[in-house]
């Protein structure tokens, strides 16, 4: 029944794997958490403890940090208790499934004393490639630069390999030469004269026939037909010509468009402050909106990469092997358990973990999962509370992905804003924040805003002397009085196409205490610039303005003579044939 000298080195072999797990299996699986973790989130993940009971079919995590992958000594978030109860026979599919996870002692935003960013490679990790393509899409928004006076402004001399209305006007006259040779050879190819000129001759013949003469009233009759059949050919080529003028009266008026884009990197290049309010909102606070903008992107993206919509194949690089490691492809199969799978999970998390007195709040998350379409049902958050409202939506459930995340926070506080170009930062305190964010597809729509009445203003000590200081100076006295802050960014349009705006209630302020600085030295300078532009512009454009008109009326006109001396001739010869024939022809 038994074969003893095979069972001995079996419960040996069972008592060691025992053994070893006792020993190791927690220890080996925090270095695997910590691992998977690090590899997805693209920051350092660390774990003080990792327990597993599978007699109790849970997991216990103490001490869970995970730091941000977009700064350098802060945590993305720390933890101190994680509870998580499996779903045990999944484990044998090699399947996880979380049926309920409490996390408790969450906090957002701590310090950290070194950096937990770690290298990203875009070619050899999900991450990586997330982080490059998040950062390229930043770097879409052209943000303009606030200026300040310096003294007098002085015209420079521009180049004109710069100017952008100088090459299109070349390319213009280009166009119109190899159009009015194309017409030109179009017009000669028309025929016309040979339908002319046997009219003619039927014509004169018909004058002198008599009503029955048959030879001479067909001949009359095929001309006229020839005459149709021309003045066809110059409708057809005419449609064509008039649709060859509208694209040359469009560079016409491209021409002015470019002369304005001229005016405005002139502007650029004298270092003329912009006076305009929404550029100054966007010069002030765009860098601090599409930092928010780019962060969401990156966790949506991320979570695209892993939690992948629909139920297409999904390819991962296979097991190192020397040579031809290949790719590992799974195939999803509907009404089946995820690969991973996190039900229910439970959270006590800090907004704000260095006041004094932070406030606790709870939220719950629900089917987490890396194959949405086999699960069924998109992953959900909420969190509310009297000064918090919190919730997202990630469906993937579909091909087209449709993610959403909305969030209210108020009596937390606000990052300090560093104000490019100007010698000075912004601390909000505390204050109401607001993000929204929606990505359907690659369609974006995201609006992000701040409101705080406990502005505090500080003065860079190094940027307030040299040159510039005056406008510097009078900035801060009208800045360092503004206790109230509003900002409004929102981002809309495509991924590959998006388009930014900013608003503040500041932007009015500075625009008109840079208006009062340059006064009338900013109004004759603009008049110069104005000049200087059309001095060297115009020469350009001008003459193939009208090169443009002189073409258009020149083909215009040819096409109305040939149309009128065919239906001349076409009118003479059914006159002559109904004095021949006393009939009217249809």
């Known amino acids: 029944m038994f074969r003893w000298r095979a069972i001995g080195p079996l419960l040996l072999f069972t008592l060691l794997g025992a053994g070893l797990w006792l020993l190791l299996a927690d220890r080996i699986a925090r270095r695997s958490a910590e691992k998977i973790g690090t590899a997805i989130v693209g920051a350092k993940v660390e774990i003080e403890d990792l327990h597993i009971s599978l007699a109790n079919g849970d997991v216990t995590i103490r001490g869970l940090t995970v730091a941000s992958p977009h700064e350098a000594l802060k945590n993305l978030l ?12 999944p484990l044998l599919e090699k399947k996880v499934v979380i049926d309920r996870l409490a996390a408790n002692g969450v906090r957002f935003g701590t310090p950290r004393a070194t950096d937990g960013r770690v290298p990203m490679d875009p070619s050899a990790s999900v991450s990586g490639r997330v982080m490059s393509e998040a950062r ?18 002085d015209v420079a001399t521009l180049d004109p390999r710069r100017l952008s209305a100088i090459p299109a006007a070349r390319a213009l006259n280009a166009r119109a030469d190899s159009s009015r040779r194309a017409w030109q050879t179009g017009l000669d190819s028309l025929r016309s004269s040979v339908a002319l000129d046997s009219a003619a001759a039927t014509l004169a013949r018909l004058r002198t026939a008599r009503a029955t003469d048959l030879a001479a009233l067909n001949d009359a009759r095929r001309a006229i037909d020839q005459l149709k059949q021309a003045r066809n050919r110059v409708t057809t080529f005419e449609r064509n010509v008039t649709g060859g003028l509208a694209d040359l009266r469009a560079g016409v008026a491209g021409l002015d468009s470019a002369k304005q884009r001229d005016y405005a990197f002139a502007r650029g290049l004298l270092k003329l402050p912009t006076l305009d309010a929404p550029e100054i909102g966007l010069a002030l606070f765009a860098p601090s909106a599409v930092a928010q903008f780019q962060r969401a992107l990156y966790w949506t993206q991320l979570a695209r990469a892993h939690m992948p919509p629909g139920l297409l194949p999904r390819a991962d690089a296979g097991p190192p092997r020397r040579r031809r490691s290949g790719s590992t492809v799974r195939f999803p199969r509907e009404h089946a358990l995820p690969g991973v799978l996190l039900r229910t999970a439970e959270l006590s998390f800090q907004l704000d973990p260095t006041a004094p007195q932070p406030k606790r709040y709870t939220g719950r998350l629900t089917g987490l999962t890396s194959d949405p379409a086999v699960y069924g049902r998109p992953t959900l958050f909420e969190a509310s509370a009297p000064a918090v409202s919190a919730g997202a939506m990630l469906d993937h459930v579909h091909a087209t992905a449709r993610d959403t995340a909305g969030a209210t926070v108020q009596g937390v506080r606000l990052p300090v804003l560093q104000l490019p170009s100007l010698p000075m930062k912004l601390d909000p305190g505390q204050g109401i924040a607001q993000l929204g964010f929606a990505l359907r597809g690659d369609t974006i729509r995201a609006r992000w805003s701040i409101r705080s009445t406990h502005v505090q203003w500080s003065r860079d000590s190094a940027g307030s002397t040299g040159q510039g200081s005056t406008g510097a100076d009078l900035l801060w006295r009208t800045l360092s009085g503004i206790s109230d802050l509003q900002v409004d960014a929102g981002v809309t349009g495509t991924l590959t196409s998006p388009r930014l705006s900013v608003r503040s209630n500041l932007d009015e302020a500075i625009a008109a205490r840079l208006r009062t600085m340059l006064g009338a030295e900013a109004t004759a300078a603009e008049r110069r610039l104005r000049a200087e532009v059309d001095r060297q512009v115009d020469p350009a454009i001008a003459p193939v303005r009208a090169r443009v008109t002189g073409l258009q009326t020149d083909v215009t006109k040819s096409l109305a003579e040939q149309r009128g001396r065919l239906d001349q001739a076409q009118k003479d010869l059914e006159a002559r044939l109904r004095e021949l024939t006393r009939i009217r022809l249809p």
Do not use: C, N, S, Y
């Open 78 to 89: 720390q933890a101190d208790e994680l509870v998580a109860d499996l779903d045990v026979l």
């Open 136 to 153: 390229d899409w930043a770097q879409r928004f052209q943000v303009p630069a606030l200026q300040l006076a310096t003294g007098k402004i």
